[in-house]
């Protein structure tokens, strides 16, 4: 009996591995111009992800960043957003699991070409007494991203650490230094995607 849920088993993965990969396709304006473009996410390998943007306009375009082994799966547009004070809307992708936080890679058109803005990290929950998250805010007056993390010390003792980022041409570049405080408990918007 063992030996034949043994063969059961391998029969279901070989079916999912024959499965057609799923893949996520969006429109939207990613390069400013005013026209739509196409986004597409799509599985690479067995656990990575792969993301394009075809530029519609003058003479198209198309550039893939692809995250091998992320160990993701779909969905992987956690949210795409305009959020950096230029035109076209930023990407938010799920790149990377690991037990303690979630990778989100933020994308950006720079020069008709897909980049690596940024990379964040999140883990809204408390269980496990750390904690992450960002939020989408004015930095110095400017367009940029706060990311949080939290570490418990005792109960109702939070080491709360806060680094700020402001968008320079369609990059996140660290802005200051890391400023650390003490609280009673990190706040819902501060360990989730706030953007
Ligand atoms: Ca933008």
Redesign the pocket.
Known sequence: MRRISGALLLALAALGLAAPASAERLQTDVD?DGAVDTVTARAVGDYGVGVSAELSGSGGARSEQRFENAFVYEPWLWRVR?????????LFVHTGHITTYETVTVM?VVGRRLVRSGRLIMNGGLADYYAMGFRCRAVRGRPGIVAYDFARQSPGHWKRRARSYSWNDGRLVRVGPARHSMIRYPPARERKLGC
């Open positions: 400013g305009d959020v950096d004070g230029r035109a076209g809307a930023e950006s």
